[in-house]
């Protein structure tokens, strides 16, 4: 059974500092994993889709990697800003198309 | 391009009684979910269609929950009676279909949401 874990549930970083996301899956037969942002009280909004082919995947200040073999995600933010501040999900798109999330990682950007 | 869908953005009930909520996923979508999403958790599947069949509703509470997508478009999701348990944001979802297969592409679209308070 496929599970998604993301380190660390909660965060707080001063604006302008580089930051690491981390989500781990324990099934490494994924098909995609997509990064989800997700502000209080809304809705989700995509970020980035890796496919299991690929190793990353870039969006403006964005970066996502990808590493089936050890069952281990990153989303990189670069120069962080307040406006960053939400909780970011990922997403396990497993066989049969049933996708995991993980609990999320709650940001904080101070400034 | 119009995005999901959803309404009521917020409702609150007392428990037993009953709610509905309506979804309308980005056109050509053929797959849509529903999502419960409890406070500091992550989203949990509900149920899946593609098309109007149901792929996959095995965590859908079946004695209470309810869910249709009766042409293929636009589906609800019910609960009766409700809760206090249900408290959640109930999120829909689509993603479109690939070519050929029919298969969904797995990338997910959601909506903003319906908040339930169940008092």
């Known amino acids: 059974k496929q599970e998604v874990t993301q380190i660390p549930a909660a965060l707080s970083v001063p604006e302008g500092e580089n930051l690491v996301l981390n989500c781990s899956f324990t099934?490494?037969?994924?098909?995609?994993l997509q990064w989800f942002r997700q502000d209080p009280g809304k809705g989700l909004t995509s970020l980035l889709l890796?496919?299991?082919?690929?190793r990353e995947q870039t969006s403006g200040r964005l970066n996502a990697s990808l590493d089936k073999s050890s069952g281990r995600s990153t989303l990189y933010i670069a120069a962080s800003q307040p406006g960053d501040s939400a909780t970011y999900l990922c997403?396990?798109?497993?066989?049969?198309?049933?996708?995991?999330f993980g609990a999320g990682t709650r940001l904080f950007v101070k400034a | 391009e119009a995005g999901v869908a959803q309404s009521p953005r917020y409702k609150i009930i007392e428990k037993r009684q009953s709610v509905a909520f309506w979804c309308n996923p980005i056109s050509g979508h053929a797959t849509l979910y529903w999502y419960q999403q409890i406070l500091g958790q992550g989203p949990k599947l509900l149920i899946q269609f593609q098309n109007n069949g149901v792929v996959d509703d095995s965590q859908l509470p079946k004695d209470r929950f309810s869910a249709e997508r009766l042409k293929g478009v636009d589906s609800t999701l019910k609960i009766q009676p409700a809760k206090l348990e249900d408290s959640a944001v109930y999120l829909c979802?689509?993603?479109?279909?690939?070519?050929?297969?029919?298969?969904?592409?797995?990338?997910?679209?959601f909506g903003e949401g319906s908040r339930l308070t169940v008092l």
């Open positions: 997403a396990v798109n497993t066989g049969g198309f049933k996708t995991i």
């Open positions: 979802a689509s993603s479109f279909n690939l070519i050929g297969t029919g298969e969904s592409t797995g990338e997910l679209f």
């Open positions: 099934d490494s037969a994924i098909y995609n």
């Open positions: 890796i496919q299991s082919s690929q």
